[in-house]
């Protein structure tokens, strides 16, 4: 099985080592990549990377299982759930079908930012094998819809 995953939303492209989190930099949680939000400042928009199902949305993450069984965790801020949802609105319930591009959480970077908090937002094919997340940049700016990477199920 292979997977596109596009960026969910716009910012700076970074590798998951980049991710203040050790669980995230040595991706125990399966290979991926971030974005660190940059530019406008308020409330952005946070949008689905894959096409499927929702499988768990939480205030600061959520995970869509694709139709070929993959799980993409997009994971906002580092340490966000200690704020309870507070500055986070979903937009999708668990079991909803959603495509790619289709909105699901939005949240306030600078927000979290201004709680002491990272802003990076890991984006990671759960259980998968760490490196197996093919980008075709290692840095660099993204915008949201955009390829952000490729994985293949080895």
């Known amino acids: 099985m292979s997977l596109t995953v596009h960026a969910p939303l716009s910012g700076t492209l970074a590798a998951l080592a980049n991710v203040p989190d050790p669980v995230f930099a040595a991706q125990m949680g399966g290979s991926g990549m971030a974005v660190e939000p940059v530019g406008k400042a308020g409330p952005l928009d946070v949008v689905a990377p894959v096409s499927g199902q929702v499988a768990t949305v939480r205030a600061h993450a959520f995970v869509i299982r ?89």
Do not use: Y
């Open 66 to 154: 694709t139709d070929g069984g993959a799980a993409i965790l997009v994971h906002l801020g580092i340490d966000t759930v200690r704020l309870n949802g507070e500055g986070f609105h979903t937009h999708v319930t668990e079991g909803e079908r959603v495509a790619v591009g289709r909105k699901v959480i939005t949240f306030d970077p600078d927000a979290i930012r201004a709680r002491g908090l990272s802003a990076i937002c890991p984006v990671v094919v759960l259980d998968s094998t760490p490196g197996s997340a093919q980008a075709p940049a290692v840095s660099g700016p993204v915008r949201a819809g955009a390829l952000m990477f490729s994985w293949a199920a080895s």
